[in-house]
């Protein structure tokens, strides 16, 4: 999931966001396989490159709520939160759930969910512990 995946939402998914968007705050979530063998500063610099790579396709997306959610971010403050996984499987499974929950995605060796507002984050990151 090398890119946002917007295009890849399912359909049900896009219809449960029409319905009515969350309106609370907006973060970005960076999630981390523990089993990524890397020093703390090549991981820093991985983080940094993921967001920035994100921001970047954000701000040309063209999906609505993508739009409003990376605007209500912006303008309340860039908030992003580190969390682990055990496994690069359990990275891409959660990146999957995300991708099922129409939140934008991205990353590889990192992953980047978000951002979104904080009560549709929490559906597929509450069990993930801090970094």
């Not at 219809?15 to 703390?40: F, H, L, R, T, Y």
């Not at 995300?98 to 984050?121: F, Q, R, Y």
């Amino acid at each position: 999931r090398d890119s946002i995946n917007a295009e890849y939402m399912g359909e049900e998914a896009t219809k449960k966001q029409e319905k009515k968007p969350p309106k609370d705050e907006c973060k970005m979530v960076i999630i981390v396989p523990k089993d990524q063998k890397v020093s703390a500063g090549v991981l820093c610099a991985l983080g940094a490159r993921a967001v920035l790579e994100a921001n970047s396709i954000l701000s040309a997306t063209d999906n609505a709520i993508h739009s409003e959610w990376y605007s209500r971010w912006k303008s309340g403050g860039h908030a992003k939160v580190a969390l682990k996984v055990s496994s690069h499987r359990e990275l891409a499974d959660v990146l999957a759930t995300a991708v099922d929950a129409g939140i934008p995605t991205h990353g590889e060796m990192l992953g980047i969910v978000g951002p979104a507002p904080k009560s549709v984050l929490d559906e597929v990151t509450s069990h993930l512990k801090l970094l």
